[in-house]
Structure formats: structure tokens, C-alpha cells
């Protein structure tokens, strides 16, 4: 989907199929804000007072655009997980050994539809991570671009987290589900605790 251009890939997002759908819209909304912050890394005339100061804001610039490009390829990830999940639930259930494979299949791509938004709440969460380097030493006139790219990867993260939580429910590995909730529950307190204000 991402080889798409902006009007086709919205023109998809629109159209009836549940594919894409509400995982890959949290990915791209992650990939936008993490791009708009790398973008804020690369301008000229930073705050950066010291080659220290400078390295870290590059460092940070440099981050900011590999998750950038993880959150692009789990635009279509999410999607491909769904289908997956879609397919499973389609599989025969005539015989004790269709129900069987079905159920084993169902469980495992369920996981896969766990874990593409598990990493795009991850790779949020670690954008996140760099907004109060590129506030505090950043072109004080892209500011606003620093925010803008924060909220959306807030919602990318608040987005992954419901497509997380909507599929646990159905997951038969209580361990795993276990684990799983605890991490959801530190990638949401980290994404919010390292988010700058507006006023910072």
C-alpha cells in the first residue's frame, strides 16, 4: 500500500474492505510523525549549542528516521496479519480434524495480528522517546512541527494499543497474553511520560 500514491492509499482506506483498517492507520500515523521529526533533526540553524548538543540531535534525527521506515512497512503488515485472521476463521470445520486445524490456525494468526501492532506501538514509543532532544535543540521555529509529529505518534500509539488489546481476548496462551498486556501497559506510560508539553 505504501508504494501508493497519497489519493489511492486513502481511496483504500475508505473503501469497504476491512483491509486496510485500523492498524495500519496508527502505523502510517506513526510513520508521518516520526518522519516529521527526523525532518526537524536535518534543519539548519538548530538550537544545539555544542558539538555534544548537535550529535544528540542528529542521533536523534538518525532514530527517528529508521522508525520512520519500520512504521512504513507495518502499514502493510497489519493488513497482511488481518487477512491472515480473516482466511483462518474461513477454513473448514466439517470434520473434529478441520475444527482442530482451524483452531490452531486461528491461534496462530491471531499472534501475527498481535504483534504488527505490538512493534508499531514499540517503534512509537521510541520516536516518542526523542521529542524532548528535538524540542529542546531544534530550530526553534519548527516547534510546532515537533508537536504535530508527537501527537500523531500518540495516536499511532493509542491506535496500536485497541488493535492489541481487541485480539488478546481471543488468545488462548493466558502467558502469553500476560506478558503481552504488561508490555502494552509500559509502551503507553513511557509514549505519554516522554512526550514535551506544548509550552516545554
Known amino acids: 500500500m505504501t508504494d501508493q500514491s497519497v489519493k489511492a492509499l486513502l481511496e483504500a482506506f475508505r473503501s469497504p474492505s476491512p483491509t486496510p483498517g485500523g492498524g495500519s492507520a496508527a502505523a502510517l500515523a506513526g510513520a508521518i510523525g516520526a518522519s516529521l521529526l527526523a525532518m526537524v ?11 555534544g548538543e548537535l550529535q544528540r540531535l542528529r542521533d536523534a534525527g538518525s532514530d527517528c528516521a529508521g522508525l520512520a521506515l519500520e512504521l512504513e512497512a507495518l502499514v502493510d503488515r497489519d493488513s497482511e496479519a488481518y487477512d491472515q485472521v480473516v482466511a483462518a476463521y474461513r477454513l473448514p470445520k466439517e ?5 482442530a486445524a482451524r483452531a490452531g490456525r486461528i491461534q496462530y494468526a ?5 504483534e504488527a501492532p505490538l512493534d508499531v506501538m514499540r517503534a512509537t514509543s521510541a520516536a516518542i522517546h526523542s521529542g524532548p532532544t528535538l524540542q529542546r535543540l531544534g530550530n526553534v521555529n519548527a516547534s510546532s512541527d515537533v508537536q504535530v509529529g508527537l501527537e500523531l505518534l500518540r495516536a499511532g500509539l493509542a491506535g496500536a494499543r ?3 488489546e481487541i ?10 497474553v500476560a506478558e503481552v498486556r504488561a508490555e502494552v501497559a509500559r509502551l503507553s506510560e513511557s509514549g505519554a511520560a516522554d512526550a514535551p508539553s506544548a509550552s516545554s
Open 41 to 51: 533533526a536535518g534543519l539548519p540553524k538548530p538550537r544545539a549549542a555544542n558539538d
Open 167 to 176: 485480539n488478546l481476548g481471543s488468545l488462548k496462551d493466558q502467558g502469553y
Open 162 to 164: 485497541l488493535n492489541v
Open 110 to 114: 491471531l499472534r501475527a495480528a498481535i
Open 95 to 99: 470434520t473434529d480434524a478441520d475444527k
